[in-house]
């Protein structure tokens, strides 16, 4: 497979909604009580864990911006967390859902050929064929039936 890396919501994103309380459009944040595996942080690229503290918000995605482009509903740790970060690793947010795998050129173009909705433990396939596409400038995995951002998956 060609090297990917996923990239979560940059720390300062995270870090403005948990000081602020408001997210990328205005709205102030909910504060929710996490269910197992219900809630997915795109911050530390987790699954919650029942009983943990998160913040939802509206997410600005840096890209595909144009006619693609859209916010999503993000939940965070409503605490501090780690950033992910490991490169050529699917994080278990993807993992055990139902996902969207959705693949843009570099003039934010959805490659509507390379697009794949699969369960989570079944992405490795549409991905690699998606990050190896030379079209492909950056892929964006979503829940396939909320359409909530998962997480952005760039070449290494």
């Known amino acids: 497979m060609t090297e990917f890396r996923c990239v979560p919501i940059p720390s300062e994103t995270a ?3 948990r000081l602020t309380g408001i997210d990328d459009n205005g709205n102030t944040l909910r504060r929710v009580i996490a ?6 942080c795109r911050h530390c690229l ?3 864990r029942a009983g943990d503290p998160l913040l939802l918000g509206s997410y600005n995605l840096p890209g595909p911006l144009g006619i693609y482009w859209t916010p999503s509903p993000i939940f965070i740790h409503a605490e501090p967390c780690g950033r992910f970060d490991v490169a050529d690793r ?18 934010d173009q959805c490659l509507y ?3 794949e909705a699969v369960e989570g433990g079944q992405v490795d396939a549409p991905l690699a064929r998606a990050i190896a596409d030379p079209r492909t400038k950056f892929v964006n ?3 396939a039936k909320p359409g909530c951002l998962l997480v ?4 290494g």
């Open 90 to 107: 699917v994080p278990e947010t993807v993992r055990g859902r139902l996902v969207s795998v959705r693949a843009y050129d570099r003039d």
């Open 35 to 40: 269910e197992a595996g219900a809630a997915p």
């Open 152 to 155: 952005r998956v760039e070449r």
């Open 15 to 17: 870090e403005r909604f």
């Open 113 to 115: 050929d390379l697009g």
């Open 141 to 143: 995995i979503h829940t």
């Open 46 to 48: 987790r699954n919650a």
